[in-house]
């Protein structure tokens, strides 16, 4: 498999070539720390930042810049359509410490977009041109960007908008194959990533969709992108880079046991509760218990019984209880009858973390 190496944008060594996937709302530093100690991430992103909150100084869009230095590389991504306060943010990443400057124009929230944000830097490339020469003159660090397929089926404009990027200076591409419009039905298409890692010749990577190691190895051998992102995927399997890196070298990936699992939810909630209100990070556990249980035995139940729960003790019991019961053997059957079942719903995508801009 000697065709999965390294790459670099500019002098910075994407090893493995493997990218956790921004997700606001969920890659803030404590995912980040937990993800990377388990290996096999090349690159981190920052949540989506608005540069409306960096440079009217929101402490919450300051915190948001905070990564750890063992974390490295590690890239600021921004949300914004006003080329001065882009700029600003810029420079702000750049001063604390970023290695790379990621640009948003993919977030399909109405609210960043009803700004010129987000997707809605597709339908305007020009606004996107000046943004991405406004910063490429204030900052030395290298300037990626990671966008969609275009904003709707019938404005596909992602090979436009990619060699635009890169006359703009732009070092790295990231596709999410999916049209603003779409959101997140369908699938990525994939195809999109092939034309334009031809097109241009800076790195290009994908995203979307990827919840295996399997799927992963076959995007670089079918579409030849540099990189991939995995996002919700690692959500459900926070091993899944380690094991495609394993995987890549001809090892066998490493199978996380159950107690593997059970430690790992209860080091993220710890984090959570160091860094947030508890109820923020009851909201978080929640979240990351609704993808993370997928497959298990019972999954679904636990899923419900942590939904169920309102403080930080009922959520360490849920856990204890749920995962003595599998490792015993045992059925598990939560609090109530199989019927009750929920299924935890997903965020969709930046819209809830943009409803507190
Ligand atoms: C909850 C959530 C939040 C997201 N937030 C961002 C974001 O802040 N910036 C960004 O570029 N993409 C964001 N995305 C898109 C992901 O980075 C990724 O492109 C998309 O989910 C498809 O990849 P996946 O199937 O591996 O999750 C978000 C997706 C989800 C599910």
Redesign the pocket.
Known sequence: MSEIKPFKIRDIEINPPLVL???????DISFRRLLKQRGGVGLT?S??ISVEGLTRSNPKSKRQMRFYENERPFAV?I?GGQHERMRLAAEMAEEVGADIL?V?C??PAPKVVKHGGGSGLLRDLPRLETILKEIKKAITIPLTI?IRAGYSDSTINAIETAKLAEACGVEHI?L?G?TKEQG?RGL?NWDLVREIKKTVSVPVSG?????TIQQALERFREIGCDGV??????MANPWIFRQIEETIHGREPFQPTLEDKRAVLLEYFEMLREDMPEMSAIGRMKQLAGQFTRGLQGGALFRTAIYHSHSVEEILDRISEYFETISAGRHYFGEGKPSEVIEVP?????E??SASL
């Open positions: 996937s921004p997700m606001a709302g969920v890659t992103v949540e989506f991504q949300f990621d948003n993919g977030c990671k990231a999410h999916r997140y990525a995203s979307g969709d990827i919840t992102l995995i996002g919700r995927g690692a997903m965020l969709d995508s930046c809830v973390a």
